[in-house]
């Protein structure tokens, strides 16, 4: 069973830069798509980024902005984040699918503001 388990988060001034990391242990990710989700107070969790085994997909909020990539030899999925905006501000979640399973990390904060 994979596991997976977030980190690169923090606080950082508007147009700033962070880059989050999602670590797979118990299992290859090369059969998982992933993802990077995100859940602002208040507000539901929300589709951020997705990558297959080469195509890449993102939310409008993003796009331009923010890139995602993986690693399957080192079992990662990254998500540079840049020209970050306080609305941006939210717990990001790392996902991870294949077939019927669905896999979640435990979300790392990233907060955007001056």
């Known amino acids: 069973q994979v596991q997976l388990v977030e980190s690169g988060g923090g606080l950082v001034q508007p147009g700033g830069s962070l880059r989050l990391s999602c670590v797979a242990s118990g299992s290859s990710i090369s059969n998982y798509a992933m993802g990077w989700y995100r859940q602002a107070p208040g507000q539901q969790r929300e589709y951020v980024a997705s990558i297959g085994s080469s195509s890449t997909h993102y939310a409008n909020s993003v796009k331009g902005r923010f890139t995602i990539s993986r690693d399957n030899t080192k079992s990662t999925v990254y998500l540079q984040m840049n020209s970050l905006k306080p609305e941006d501000t939210a717990v990001y979640y790392c996902?991870?699918?294949?077939?019927?399973?669905?896999?979640w990390g435990q979300g790392t904060q990233v907060t955007v503001s001056s």
């Open positions: 996902k991870g699918w294949s077939g019927p399973l669905d896999i």
